[in-house]
């Protein structure tokens, strides 16, 4: 009996608590208090206020952000999750603006083909028929100028075949100093008549020069025939390569012949710097770029925006020099192209395109081929008011100058001044007329 008045006790003390309190509710966010509390046998037990219920979620929701910040990171994956959400928040922040009602909206990623872009791609331009060709069209357009080229001269073209079609340029040097070889002792011995035949099926024949393309129209453009002939000890006859008698009498063609092959280089498309002119425009350090100025893919490309977190975890990780190099060139060969503007005296735009790797030189060429006056000096500075100097033997992309730049351009002072002293003033217009009427409007 006494039990049970004890657990009646216990109860109705538990009733006349008040409503009760969730775990994960703050310590100072309790439900208000009834201004009249009943005695728990008269009057049944209340559920939490609506007041209560809000006071409580958003004491719930103030834990929920609290609680990532308040552990700390424990490893470098938490690390990296934690400066990726910081980052996202960061660029939402920056990007949104505010819209006619004053609230922010936030513009959704441009992709290739949503806008303007600064340039439409990479073109090039074919050395042999002078065509224009994109950048996926380059390596087919020149196989097919060279084809078409066997008819008009079969050994300049075989010679291009051997040295462009052929990737491996150990084993296309191996091939070619081998037809020298077979050359020279025809050169050397012409009444040998073992030096006049090449057999087929000779292991360094196959080797060496039977798996190059371009080089079986070689020999035959300059005066080998296939012949069949007999071989001492063996029933079948083999086929082998024949000099004829017409090129036999002509050593010192196939001297030069020999020349050519030796120092031919590979037939590559030239890039087309594809020269624009823009009027003045306050986009002009604005440049919308299409993959094909990226040495990257376009998951490589999307990813770009999480560099900066990893510059952040790399800097928690101690590196030796070895490491910073490789990370370096890494850098460095990141982008293929570049796309340049220069900003004239007069506000107007320069553009064209080029190689990451290639050197200031390449830039003061084009720039001084665009202008009126290409005999005066001149200076290009870029952003920051670094000075680019001509005969520094730095590319582009060592100067940061990938994939896109703008650059100012302004005469040599000292020049200017002698200029004006002799009482003459130099002539407004900066680039060459048929540029000038060529000019565009920056979109």
């Known amino acids: ?84 959400k910081e980052l996202q928040a960061e660029a939402t922040s920056s990007s949104s603006s505010p819209d006619a009602s004053g609230t922010k909206t936030v513009p ?31 390596d087919t357009g020149i196989k097919e100028a060279i084809m078409s080229h066997f ?66 129209e070689f020999l035959e453009a300059i005066g080998f025939q296939r012949v069949l002939l007999p071989v001492p000890d063996q029933e079948a006859p083999e086929e082998f390569y024949v000099l004829s008698e017409a090129a ?31 009027r003045p425009s306050a986009r002009a350090a604005q440049f919308d770029l299409p993959t094909d100025f990226f040495n990257l893919s376009i998951e490589e490309l999307k990813r770009e925006q999480r560099l900066r977190s990893e510059a952040v975890e790399r800097l928690s990780v101690l590196r030796t020099k070895a490491m910073r190099e490789k990370e370096e060139q890494r850098e460095l060969r990141k982008y293929t192209y570049t796309l340049l503007r220069v900003r004239l005296p007069d506000g107007c735009l320069l553009q064209g395109t080029f190689y990451a790797r290639e050197r200031m030189s390449a830039l003061y060429q084009f720039v001084r081929e665009s202008l009126q ?34 650059l100012t351009f302004s005469w040599d002072a000292a020049v200017l001044e002698d200029i004006r002293a002799a009482g003459t003033e130099l002539d407004s217009l900066v680039l060459k007329p048929e540029l000038l009427e060529a000019m565009e409007k920056l979109s």
């Not at 049970?4 to 509710?25: C, H, M, V, Y």
């Not at 009498?249 to 050519?260: D, F, H, N, V, W």
């Not at 030239?270 to 823009?278: A, P």
């Not at 006056?373 to 008011?385: K, M, Q, R, Y």
């Open 1 to 84: 009996m006494k039990k049970f008045f004890q657990e009646i006790k216990a109860d109705i003390k538990f009733k006349s608590a008040g409503p009760g309190q969730k775990l994960t509710d703050s310590v100072g966010e309790k439900a208000p208090k009834e201004k009249s509390q009943q005695p728990a046998l008269r009057q049944p037990r209340q559920g939490p206020t609506d007041e209560a219920q809000m006071a409580a979620a958003a004491a719930l929701a103030r834990l929920e952000q609290k609680q990532p910040r308040s552990r700390g990171p424990t490893s470098q994956d938490s690390i990296r999750n934690q400066v990726r």
């Open 108 to 138: 959704e990623a441009k992709e290739e083909g949503s806008g303007p872009l600064a340039v439409t791609g990479v073109y090039f331009t074919c050395p042999l028929t002078g065509a224009t060709l994109r950048r996926d069209q380059r």
């Open 151 to 216: 008819t008009k001269d079969p050994v300049a073209a075989s010679i291009m075949k051997i040295h462009t079609f052929n990737r491996d340029r150990d084993r296309v040097k191996l091939g070619v100093d081998t037809i020298a070889k077979y050359l020279d002792n025809i050169h050397l011995h012409p009444e040998e008549e073992k030096y006049r035949k090449i057999k087929l099926q000779n292991k360094v024949f196959q080797e060496r020069i039977n798996c190059l393309e371009g080089t079986h």
């Open 248 to 278: 036999l009498a002509q050593p010192e063609s196939l001297e030069r012949l020999k020349e050519r092959l030796v120092g031919a280089e590979p037939v590559r498309a030239q890039l087309d710097r594809q020269r624009r002119v823009f």
């Open 373 to 406: 006056s290409d005999w005066l000096p001149f200076e290009l500075v870029a952003s920051g008011g670094h000075k680019l100097v001509e005969g520094e033997n730095l590319a582009f992309n060592e100067c940061g100058l990938v994939p896109s730049a703008l």
